[in-house]
T-cell receptor, first 114, second 112 residues
Framework: NAGVMQNPRHLVRRRGQEARLRCSPMKGHSHVYWYRQLPEEGLKFMVYLQKENIIDESGMPKERFSAEFPKEGPSILRIQQVVRGDSAAYFC????????????FGQGTRLTVV | AQRVTQPEKLLSVFKGAPVELKCNYSYSGSPELFWYVQYSRQRLQLLLRHISRESIKGFTADLNKGETSFHLKKPFAQEEDSAMYYCALNPGLNSGYSTLTFGKGTMLLVSP
């Protein structure tokens, strides 16, 4: 089991472009969480998804950000029309079931907007 | 809303010295508290959680509800303990799922 896989590890985008961040959960895990870490800050919860469902998106910015976790394939965090303030590390975590205490984290994607 | 505070950005000690990484929280209910660790170039991983009351790699943490603290301690630091440490709070399972609120992290540097 390779663990939670995120790609790309590093992503550079110009202002106004779109960023797509991918997260493949651990085998057998159907629950995915996305977190964002701004410079000098702790990780902040963004969204919680199960297969084909968004359960909690209370931490997602209202505009430009969206997430999905399709029946097949990885979870995608999509940021449209990126701005400099979107530069951050984005972490994905997965867990095997609802309410699982422990979530396993990926290595993160570092997004830089130039 | 819940909040986790780690007052120290950096803690530097010598090998063999005791270590205490501070964590305070604010939450009106009964939270679950965790410590996560991130070694250089590695992913964030769970170190320990208060409900299990265990010692991992010599580290312990006791939940003090009166002081709303969950400090991480180790009596004798080792060089391999050098890492970024995050305190995290799970507001509980009443909602049927768990999300974490993290502190800003403390970098622990252990010198030989």
């Amino acid at each position: 089991n390779a663990g939670v896989m995120q790609n790309p590890r590093h992503l550079v985008r110009r202002r106004g472009q779109e960023a797509r961040l991918r997260c493949s959960p651990m085998k057998g895990h159907s629950h995915v969480y996305w977190y964002r870490q701004l410079p000098e800050e702790g990780l902040k919860f963004m969204v919680y998804l199960q297969k084909e469902n968004i359960i909690d998106e209370s931490g997602m910015p209202k505009e430009r950000f969206s997430a999905e976790f399709p029946k097949e394939g990885p979870s995608i965090l999509r940021i449209q029309q990126v701005v400099r303030g979107d530069s951050a590390a984005y972490f994905c975590a997965s867990s095997p079931r609802q309410g699982a205490v422990e979530a396993f984290f990926g290595q993160g994607t570092r997004l830089t907007v130039v | 809303a819940q909040r986790v505070t780690q007052p120290e950005k950096l803690l530097s000690v010598f090998k063999g010295a005791p270590v205490e990484l501070k964590c305070n929280y604010s939450y009106s209910g009964s939270p679950e508290l965790f410590w996560y660790v991130q070694y250089s170039r590695q992913r964030l991983q769970l170190l320990l959680r208060h409900i299990s009351r265990e010692s991992i790699k010599g580290f312990t943490a006791d939940l003090n509800k009166g002081e709303t603290s969950f400090h991480l301690k180790k009596p004798f630091a080792q060089e391999e303990d050098s890492a970024m440490y995050y305190c995290a709070l799970n507001p509980g399972l009443n909602s049927g799922y768990s999300t974490l609120t993290f502190g800003k992290g403390t970098m622990l540097l252990v010198s030989p």
